[in-house]
């Protein structure tokens, strides 16, 4: 009698309990199910499993064989939650199904313990124990669910992790569970037996070293000493073979061999080598578009145009990768793939396919500048126009500073060669301070990649230019109806981790101009020199350090006020010294309201940035910069000027946007205490 008892108070409790839950209805797919027995814990997980299997079956009623393979799924996930002992029945009530479910307790994981391997070791083998539960809760999950088949996969993570790391005997004794019976919190013990370490002994290199690049070297170097691992071993072979390819060696072939271990103390030293043989190197013979997917006529002149220049020259990945950047900064593609093929034996062809970009583009713009105030406009593109290959553009933009507009076109590879040629006639309004300027100019550029970090440029230009001041003199304004004819060339050096927000690396340039203006009493000659450089390097974690300097001077044929105001030199703002507004160093008008420029400019700056979270940093500065009316030498310091300040800095996809504030603390009777700067890109 007692045990019927027990029994029947065992079976009441269950029902009692089942009861205790409300019955909760699921529908999805035009189906819905009742659940029973389903606690507030478990109702989301539930009602997800159960929504997606109906969505997925395609039925409109609940038939037998979806309502069991309802039942299936949601016991599986209970069982994945930590509820082994979870039971999950079915009936079928008219045009759908009641699934009653028997819950039982959650089992959970509690301390980890690894016996045999210090602390340390341990601290880094825990997460590989519960990995397969973690990938499949979330990273927020914070009481794991017992899985007894979770955690015997994850056993062998561990065991995999020690041999990864040198231990190539390590053993692992079953763990052993301890069940805290009111919480059932499941205590964890493993007794590891990782046994001698294995390290990497000197690597011998035979075949033809020759062929190693540098980098190959240091990672051959780099080994010895370490914990010995295959899988290092395997990569190390795959990055020299993949070197060897990327210098022409297309055809090589590296091998692996490994000696037997050699005792020292507990540890073991395996000695490996590797065989080199690279083979002939490979040529490029020619260029081939896929026919099973042409390419436009105007595609294929472009990107054949752009990629001939690697006929008859050593295959090298490095050239291919800024050949490949060219063609993709024509915007003609959307996508384009080369894939080198062998032609013979020390001969290969490149095989381009890919798809093009939508031709024609329509965008709106807006935003805002300190020195030009508010800002908006319209740009249409039309890339391979006519099926040429090459681009039209139409840009048409008002600020708070007057309006402009142009008629860009371009071809990237002019001729069938490497360069690039640009032409734009622009029209444009100007008005500052005290004057205002209108102007008509052509202009033109032959643009030249010598490789992923030299560019050349040459340049050209006409201009047609009207003034008009009621406040400025003339020797202020300079001529007040004039034409510039000018030409001239930069070279670029960029060797940036990133052209838009720089964290390593150096920027240098240097660009020279020549020409004459046409205004006032007599023709006027120039030439103008510009120098910048800027360096940046990381100080670890989120720190960063950049430093930068440009120089420029303008000499003429006459005297700094025979110049056009607009083409002397300017300092202060944005970009130069942060503690003045935009172009406001130096001299001004008698009215005192104008910045007259100068024929020589030199900045300095320096910066230090921190990354609060990620994409948005604050930084530190100090800026000092001169302007000078009477001298026109490179590099003129007279009456150096300074700035300090602070400054924010939101990361976009098209550059920062940056908000600095420079105080000036040297400022002469009359000047502004500082200046705040809210514009696009980097200051330097």
């Not at 028997?102 to 994981?109: A, C, F, I, L, N």
């Not at 105030?373 to 008002?398: C, K, Q, W, Y």
């Not at 007057?402 to 002019?414: M, R, Y």
């Not at 000092?624 to 590099?635: E, N, T």
Request: aromatic share 8%.
């Amino acid at each position: 009698m007692k045990i019927h008892a027990v029994v029947l108070t065992a079976i009441l409790g269950g029902l009692l309990t089942l009861n205790a839950q409300p019955a909760r209805q699921v529908a999805s797919g035009g189906l819905t199910v009742q659940l029973q027995g389903v606690s507030d814990e478990m109702n989301t997980p539930a009602r997800l499993v159960l929504e997606k299997q109906l969505a997925l079956s395609g039925d409109r009623t609940v038939p037998a064989p979806l309502a069991d393979d309802l039942a299936f799924f949601l016991q599986q996930r209970y069982l994945q939650l930590g509820y082994p002992k979870a039971l999950v029945d079915w009936r079928l009530t008219g045009p759908s199904a009641t699934l009653t479910v028997q819950e039982g307790r959650r089992r959970t994981v509690g301390s980890v313990t690894f016996n045999g391997v210090p602390p340390g070791t341990a601290d880094t083998l825990r997460p590989y124990l519960t990995r397969q539960t973690r990938e499949r809760e979330g990273r927020l999950a914070k009481a794991l669910p017992f899985v007894e088949s979770d955690l015997e996969a994850g056993l062998g993570l561990v065991v995999r992790k020690l041999q990864a790391d040198g231990y190539l005997e390590a053993q692992a004794a079953p763990p052993v569970f301890t069940e805290d019976p009111a919480t059932l919190r499941h205590d964890i013990v493993i007794a590891l037996t990782p046994g001698p370490i294995s390290r990497f002994g000197p690597i011998t290199v035979m075949g033809d070293a020759t062929a190693l690049s540098k980098a190959s070297q240091e990672k051959i170097n780099a080994l010895p000493g370490q914990p010995w691992s295959g899988v290092k071993l395997e990569n190390l072979r795959k990055d020299i073979k993949g070197d060897l390819e990327a210098q022409g060696w297309f055809a090589a072939e590296v091998t692996t061999a490994i000696r037997p271990p050699q005792a020292a103390g507990a540890e073991a030293i395996l000695q490996s080598s590797l065989t080199i043989s690279p083979g002939q190197r490979y040529r490029v013979a020619a260029v081939i578009s896929d026919q099973s997917k042409p390419l436009s006529r105007g595609a294929q002149r472009v990107a054949g145009s752009v990629f001939a220049s690697a006929i008859h020259q050593v295959y090298d990945s490095e050239t291919l990768d800024l050949l490949h950047r060219r063609s993709m900064d024509t915007g003609i593609f959307s996508r384009l793939e080369v894939e080198p093929q062998p032609l013979g034996p020390d001969t290969l062809a490149l095989h381009l396919s890919g798809s093009e970009a939508k031709p024609k583009t329509l965008g709106l713009f807006g935003g805002y500048e300190t020195f030009y105030g508010p800002i908006a406009g319209i740009e249409a593109r039309h890339v391979n126009f006519m099926d040429t290959g090459n681009s039209l553009g139409l840009r048409a933009e008002l600020r708070g500073t007057g309006a402009n507009g142009s008629l860009q076109w371009s071809d990237p590879a002019i001729f069938g060669s490497r360069n690039a040629f640009g032409l734009a006639l622009g029209l444009e309004t100007f008005t500052f301070k005290d004057y205002s300027r209108s102007t008509v100019s052509l202009r033109s550029s032959l643009t030249r990649r010598i490789d992923r970090h030299i560019t050349a440029e040459a340049f050209s230009a006409i201009t047609l230019n009207l003034m008009d001041t009621a406040v400025l003199t003339p020797k202020e304004l300079g001529p007040d109806q004039y034409g510039t004819l000018s030409a001239g060339g930069r070279l670029t050096l960029d060797y940036r981790d990133n052209p838009l927000n720089p964290k390593s690396g150096w920027l240098a340039g240097a660009a020279l101009e020549g020409g004459f203006d046409q205004g006032g009493e007599e023709d006027i000659g120039f030439a103008r020199t510009d120098l910048n450089a800027a360096w940046y390097h990381p100080l670890g974690g989120a720190w960063r350090v950049a430093l930068g300097a440009r120089a420029s001077a303008i000499r003429n044929s006459g005297t700094p006020g025979d110049l056009p105001i607009d083409l002397r030199l300017f300092n202060g703002g944005g970009t130069t010294v942060r503690s003045f507004a935009e172009r406001e160093m130096g001299a001004s008008s008698a009215s005192g309201s104008t910045p007259l420029g100068g024929t020589a400019l030199t900045v300095m700056n320096a910066e230090l940035s921190y990354e609060i979270i990620t994409n948005l940093e604050i930084a530190g500065f100090i800026d000092a910069g001169s302007i000078s009316r009477q001298d026109s030498a490179l590099f003129s310091t007279d009456d150096l000027r300074y700035g300090v300040g602070l400054g924010m800095r939101y990361q976009l996809p098209i550059g920062p946007l940056r908000v600095d504030y420079g105080y000036n603390p040297d400022r002469h009777p009359g000047e502004a205490a500082g200046a705040f700067h809210l514009t696009f890109g980097f200051a330097f």
